[in-house]
């Protein structure tokens, strides 16, 4: 049998790409895929989930009669529900900076759940032909605050401006583009691939959100790698944290830790010696990041009440 990838799944059909001679066939599942084809982990091991196809699955296939059957999916090194894909290298993170207006309390949930999922985040903030310089330069200022941690790039992709120095990051990797709904993910597709077959979205004015064109997932060849357009990540939710390991997960917050009384036990809200809070004082964190960490905080609270509740 041969090998292949999963670039996309329409109508019970699943579009691969032969690895060694890169040509794109049309295959079908072959009855039930045994389980001792998947990762067996603590993790995993229990997940119904895994033994449906995804996007970026490596399998194994061949021809039958007339058509080409898929036997079997090769372990995955990691994976995503909403947007269903697998075997991700990085994530390309985009926000618009007008319509919808940049917000970092989205920008901070969507780290936190990537980085849960251990996925490289890039940021790439879009339309900045639509704002004013001024703006524009005071939110770079502000996003120098997250250049440790996470590499940014401001592009308008209508204009191609910063669309060139995109292209190398490609290269041997499978990219997810992930945002919300309406900041020019598809746009900036088209921009790195002009022949995508891609609608450019419009925005609902009634409504201040885009309404989605992606219905699948699906990966474009470029520069060596794949870029994979979603339709998902339209909700997010922090249901996967918990009240105690959120702040495991703010990689600026950890370096600080030594300094709170209760050491990798403290929350960093009550407590009277947080080096956390310390370095809020100090300014070496900025206001936002620690609020928008105070409301994910209340947010899990409440959530957890409920469920215990019902």
């Known amino acids: 049998m041969k090998k292949a990838l999963v670039i996309r799944f329409l109508a019970g059909i699943y579009y691969i790409q032969d690895l060694d001679n890169q040509t794109i066939l049309k295959a079908q599942k072959k009855g039930v895929l045994k389980k001792s084809n998947f990762i067996q982990d603590n993790q995993l091991k229990n997940n119904r989930d895994k033994m449906s196809i995804k996007v970026g699955d490596i399998v194994l296939y061949g021809m039958c009669y007339d058509k080409y059957l898929i036997y079997a999916i090769l372990p995955r090194k990691n994976e995503l529900k909403r947007p269903n894909i697998a075997n991700i290298d990085q994530v390309l993170l985009v926000f618009s900076l007008v319509k919808p207006h940049f917000q970092t ?146 990689p600026d917050f950890l370096k600080y830790v030594d300094n709170c009384y209760f050491g990798t036990n403290c929350l960093h809200l009550q407590e009277t010696q947080c080096g956390v809070k310390e370095a809020l004082t100090q300014g070496k964190i900025i206001p936002s990041r620690y609020s928008n960490y105070c409301y994910f905080m209340e947010e899990i609270k409440k959530e957890k009440k409920i469920y215990v509740k019902n």
């Open 105 to 250: 309390l989205l920008l901070d949930k969507f780290l936190l759940i990537l980085q849960q999922h251990k996925l490289d985040v890039i940021l790439v903030f879009s339309k900045i032909d639509l704002i004013e310089k001024e703006e524009l330069e005071e939110i770079q200022q502000n996003m120098n605050y997250y250049f440790p941690f996470y590499t940014c790039y401001y592009v308008d992709s209508k204009q191609q401006i910063g669309i060139g120095v995109l292209k190398n990051i490609f290269e041997q990797k499978i990219t997810v583009l992930a945002g919300q709904t309406g900041v020019g993910k598809s746009t900036l597709l088209k921009a790195l691939i002009p022949d995508a077959n891609l609608k450019t979205q419009e925005i609902s004015e009634s409504l201040g959100r885009g309404k989605h064109t992606t219905k699948n997932a699906q990966l474009y060849l470029f520069n060596n790698g794949f870029i994979a357009d979603t339709p998902g990540f339209s909700k997010l939710d922090l249901g996967g944290f918990s009240y105690q390991n959120l702040k495991n997960f703010y």
